[in-house]
């Protein structure tokens, strides 16, 4: 992973308050980055092949809140996969690629913004299989904090 991709995925990442390169936990195979005002809110790049690079993202507790794949091939990085913590339990909800393509497609500022618009096209659509992934990827937004979708 280059300077450019690390920092393009840093951006998708950083909202109010940015990350900051720390160090002391980075490494050969991981970098990591911390916030200024929160010592338990990380976000590390795991580097798993040439091509392929993890992301965790933690709490102000520490806990990871979502785990993404990355796909490194020309100079943007591809999301190829994602999980994100469900609300009020201890385990990761995978986004399959229909899902994460609609959710860019149609995603808003938040959870309650995307929610309205995924909802407001459902009884239009034709197609079954477009129906239910549209159903699966609201059922799965509904199970997880406004926080956690940001």
Same mark, same amino acid.
């Given at each position: 992973m280059n300077k450019k991709q690390e920092q393009q995925i840093? $951006? =998708? =990442? *950083?909202? !109010? $308050? %940015? =990350?900051? /390169? *720390? %160090? !002391? /936990?980075s490494n050969a195979h991981q970098t990591v980055f911390t916030k200024e005002s929160d010592k338990y809110q990380w976000l590390v790049l795991e580097q798993k092949s040439q091509c392929e690079v993890e992301v #965790? @993202?933690?709490? +102000?507790? +520490? !806990?990871? !809140?979502? #785990? $993404?794949? =990355? &796909?490194l091939t020309r100079n943007i990085p591809k999301c190829v996969g994602v999980e994100r913590l469900c609300e009020g339990a201890n385990f990761q909800i995978p986004f399959n690629d229909d899902e994460v393509h609609l959710i860019y497609q149609? +995603? &808003? @500022? +938040? %959870?309650? &913004?995307? $929610?309205a618009s995924l909802s407001a096209i459902l009884? @239009?659509?034709?197609d079954s299989d477009t129906k239910q992934i549209v159903s699966s990827t609201l059922k799965k937004l509904n199970a997880l904090s406004e926080e956690t979708c940001a």
């Open positions: 840093l $951006d =998708y =990442y *950083s909202t !109010t $308050d %940015k =990350y900051i /390169h *720390s %160090k !002391t /936990h #965790r @993202q933690t709490d +102000g507790h +520490g !806990t990871i !809140t979502a #785990r $993404d794949n =990355y &796909e149609f +995603g &808003e @500022q +938040g %959870k309650a &913004e995307t $929610d009884p @239009q659509i034709k």
